[in-house]
């Protein structure tokens, strides 16, 4: 499949079955956030890959949009580690995670797997619950697995806006 195909036909999955994530396509994702580009190529992410039973109850508990998923992934970004912007003082970690997440969600979706970008939680919570250490900042969660074989996309997701409403070209 090609790329924009790919983007096209990626949807965010809300519903996983209990089917565990291979080994071999798990390592596949991580490589491909791995070699996300960073400002600098500083890699100041930081992934924990959550699937044993006691850490994914404990997400499950604190981020209902983990949607029960076999695997998910916390991606956080150490500020201190990072590039940052001599104009704004802005640091580079939460765009740097973004493009490292973008990366393997879309490496997952050529492996026929299912993720969701979630943003929507407490992030100290989830920082505390995992003793994640002091530097880092908790940016994202991703559901990660087999889609359920009745997971369909949100009826939004075909929705885009015009590209005149979303570009000027100077």
């Known amino acids: 499949m ?3 195909r790919l983007m096209a036909e990626r949807y965010s ?4 079955s209990e089917k565990p994530v291979e080994e071999a396509h798990l390592q596949a994702i991580l490589e491909a956030g ?7 190529n500083l890699q100041p992410q930081r992934i924990y890959v959550l699937e044993s039973p006691e850490a994914l109850a404990k997400i499950r508990a604190l981020v209902p949009s983990a949607f029960n998923a076999p695997v998910v992934l ?6 201190e580690a990072c590039w ?5 003082g802005h640091p580079s970690d939460e ?3 973004t493009i490292v997440a973008t990366h393997m969600m879309l490496k997952a979706a050529e492996l026929g797997l299912g993720t969701c970008y979630v943003c929507w939680m407490d992030n100290p919570k989830v920082h505390q619950a995992f003793s994640l250490p002091a530097g880092e900042r908790v940016h994202c969660v991703m559901p990660l697995g087999h889609p359920a074989e009745d997971s369909i996309p949100s009826p ?7 590209l005149a409403e979303t570009v000027t070209r100077l």
């Open 156 to 162: 939004r997701h075909t929705e885009r806006r015009p």
């Open 95 to 97: 765009t740097d995670v």
């Open 74 to 79: 916390v991606f956080c970004g150490t500020p």
């Open 2 to 4: 090609d790329l924009t």
């Open 13 to 16: 999955v809300r519903k996983y």
């Open 84 to 88: 940052v912007n001599p104009f704004t």
């Open 34 to 40: 791995r070699l996300a580009p960073t400002a600098k």
